[in-house]
């Protein structure tokens, strides 16, 4: 419980720069942002 939002945060908070923030407030929408990002 405790590792899979840790793991969820910081995969996603390093490559997304902008993103990240959106991400970080819509945590539900994570698996979007990974499809939304520019990369």
């Known amino acids: 419980m405790t590792r899979q939002p840790e793991k969820k945060d910081k995969p996603e908070s390093i490559p997304l720069s902008g993103l990240s923030a959106s991400c970080m407030v ?4 994570l ?4 499809k939304a990002k520019p990369l």
Not at 26 to 29: F, H
Not at 31 to 34: A, E, G, L, M, Y
Request: some cysteine; charged content about 40%; proline content about 0%.
């Open 26 to 29: 819509q945590r539900q929408s």
């Open 31 to 34: 698996r979007f942002c990974r």
